[in-house]
């Protein structure tokens, strides 16, 4: 985790690549167990859970800590608190990255005003799991490393999840239905440091991804071990040959059809022919001998 490394000009900053999959705009945070003023006190602001991590913003200007960020990967006893008598809230232990501005361990506690703390639990500790499949879980948190540019405003995809889910899950967006205001996403061409839900990731830390050039949105191509998540393809690229089969792999996972009444069972549908029909003359040779 890092502390006042995710906003920019009074938004969420982003690394390349990464989508907001929740946001809710009514949120307090408390933190036990660090001593550093920046961690003192109920915070009032915005939480964002994106396709790698979950960032916090605060509302108040003056406030120290204007923004902490919570790698997936830097995450441990999440739970979900369900108390007779309060609203609900999910809690938790994070670790500092290295050079990210504090050091150690402490505890969280994120309520939801307005509700909604079971809806985005779920969904936090399902992508959490996701991500943690992209990479290997005995890695300690990568180092945090300022962007190598500029920050910019985030393109559209950048607001909001997949139309298409991933890999057949769809974030509840049903409760959370509202976006992060327009111009209030930011971006910088640096990919993520960790693994997440729609990017590989490589063990030491850093993603098998290249710095796009400046003003560019999309995330450079995963390696052919990744599944790539084609929102966030970049249009200028052109696939390799070898990254042909993961991309139909990716496609029959983005395919996959899934019955919550069946959940031992799934439907995948088989690969795409791609091969072109043999001749007349091929046909017919077969034939005769």
């Given at each position: ?76 006893d999440t739970e979900l608190e369900q108390p007779m008598f309060g609203a609900n809230y999910i809690k938790g232990k994070c670790c500092s ?168 069972c799934a439907y995948v549908p088989p690969p795409a022919y791609y091969e072109s029909p043999p001749s007349f003359q091929q046909a017919t040779g077969k034939k005769n001998?």
């Amino acid at each position: 985790m890092s502390l006042n490394t995710a906003h920019a000009n009074d938004g969420v900053l982003l690394h390349n690549g990464e989508c907001i999959l929740l946001f809710c705009d009514n949120v307090t945070m408390e933190f036990h167990g660090q001593e550093q003023l920046d961690f003192l006190g109920q915070k009032k602001g915005r939480i964002y859970l994106t396709t790698h991590r979950m960032i916090f913003n605060a509302k108040d200007k003056k406030e120290r800590m204007q923004s902490f960020s919570f790698p997936f990967v830097t995450l441990s006893d999440t739970e979900l608190e369900q108390p007779m008598f309060g609203a609900n809230y999910i809690k938790g232990k994070c670790c500092s990255q290295p050079n990210g501005n504090w050091t150690g361990e402490c505890k969280y506690k994120l309520h939801f005003k307005s509700g909604g703390a079971v809806e985005f639990g779920q969904a936090m500790l399902r992508a959490a799991a996701m991500a943690q499949r992209n990479g290997p879980g005995y890695d300690a948190p990568p180092p945090y490393q300022p962007p190598s540019s500029n920050w910019y405003a985030a393109p559209p995809p950048a607001y909001q999840a997949a139309p298409q889910g991933y890999y057949g899950w769809m974030p509840p967006t049903h409760a959370f239905p509202a976006s992060p205001p327009v111009n209030s996403v930011y971006m910088t061409d640096s990919p993520p440091p960790y693994p997440g839900i729609n990017s590989a990731y490589v063990s030491g830390g850093n993603p098998q991804q290249q710095p796009q050039p400046g003003g560019g949105w999309g995330s450079a191509p995963p390696p052919p071990s990744a599944a790539q998540d084609n929102s966030w393809a970049n249009p200028s690229y052109n696939g390799q040959p070898g990254l042909l089969a993961d991309a139909k792999a990716s496609e029959a996972a983005q395919s996959a059809y899934y019955d919550p009444n069946r959940p031992q069972c799934a439907y995948v549908p088989p690969p795409a022919y791609y091969e072109s029909p043999p001749s007349f003359q091929q046909a017919t040779g077969k034939k005769n001998q």
